[in-house]
C-alpha cells in the first residue's frame, strides 16, 4: 500500500521539518505500508537528513525531474542529484501538463531517466488513455475534476480506470488514486481490489491529518 503526500509548491524548510518531527514517530510501522514525502526542491536535503536522524519509515521523493542528465540545461534538477536524497519522483503531474506544458514525449524522457538510475517513476494519469511510458510500473489516476476541489472521484469509477489500465498494461502495474483523498474517503479507494494507494496533495499539508490517513490505511 502506498500514500504518498504530495506537498506541491508549498512548507519552508522550518515547516517541512515541523511536518516530520510531529508524523514520523507517527507512521504504523508495517511491511505493506510505504509512506512516501515529496516537498519541494528545496527542501529534499534537510527532509532526507531528519527522517535518517529520526529512523522514521517515510520515504523521499522528488515531485518532477529533468528530461535530461547533467549538463547544460539551466534550472533543471537531474536525476543524478536528485538521487542523493530520493528513491521515488512523480512525473507528468496534470499540473506540469497544464502549467508548463509537460507533454507525453517529456514524460516518457523523464521515466527513462528515472529507471536507469534506479528511482521509481510515478507517471500521473488523467485516464485510461494516457499513455504509461515502457518499463513504468507504478501509476496514479488523478481525474482533473477532483484534483485540490474538494470533490472526488467515487471509488468505484476510481477501481474501473484502474482495472482497465491493468488490462491494457499488465497485472504488474501498481494503480493509485489520486484527487481530493482525505481521512474520511481514503478507506473507500484502497478498499477496492484495483487501487494500491493513494497520492495526497491538500490533506497531506496539514500533519495531524496526514496521520490519520496513514493510521486508516494501516487498519
Ligand atoms: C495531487 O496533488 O496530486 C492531488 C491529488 O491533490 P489533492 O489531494 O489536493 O486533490
Redesign the pocket.
Known amino acids: 500500500m502506498w500514500i504518498i503526500a504530495?506537498w506541491?509548491s508549498n512548507k519552508t524548510i522550518a515547516e517541512a521539518l515541523d511536518w516530520i518531527s510531529q508524523i514520523g514517530p507517527q507512521i504504523p510501522k508495517s511491511e505493506k505500508l510505504r509512506v512516501i514525502v515529496c516537498p519541494t526542491f528545496d527542501a529534499l536535503s534537510e527532509v532526507k537528513k531528519a527522517i535518517i536522524v529520526g529512523n522514521f519509515p517515510l520515504l523521499v521523493g522528488a515531485q518532477d525531474l529533468s528530461p535530461f542528465g547533467t549538463g547544460a540545461y539551466t534550472g533543471e534538477e537531474p536525476v543524478q542529484t536528485l538521487s542523493q536524497f530520493i528513491d521515488f519522483v512523480i512525473v507528468g503531474?496534470s499540473e506540469r501538463r497544464q502549467n508548463f506544458g509537460e507533454t507525453d514525449e517529456m514524460i516518457a524522457k523523464k521515466v527513462v531517466q528515472a529507471l536507469d538510475n534506479n528511482i521509481t517513476p510515478l507517471v500521473c494519469v488523467q485516464d485510461e488513455n494516457t499513455p504509461v511510458p515502457e518499463g513504468c510500473k507504478l501509476v496514479v489516476f488523478?481525474p482533473v475534476f477532483?484534483?485540490?476541489t474538494g470533490n472526488p472521484d467515487t471509488p468505484e469509477n476510481a477501481d474501473e480506470i484502474a482495472k482497465k489500465l491493468k488490462e491494457k498494461y499488465g497485472d504488474g502495474l501498481e494503480v493509485l488514486y489520486?484527487?481530493?483523498?482525505n481521512s474520511q474517503n481514503v478507506k473507500g479507494f484502497i478498499s477496492k481490489p484495483n487501487i494500491s494507494g493513494v497520492?495526497?496533495?491538500?490533506?497531506s499539508l496539514d500533519a495531524e491529518e496526514f496521520v490519520k490517513i496513514c493510521k486508516n490505511c494501516a487498519l
Open positions: 504530495n506541491k503531474h488523478e477532483a484534483i485540490g489520486g484527487g481530493s483523498v497520492l495526497v496533495g491538500n490533506a
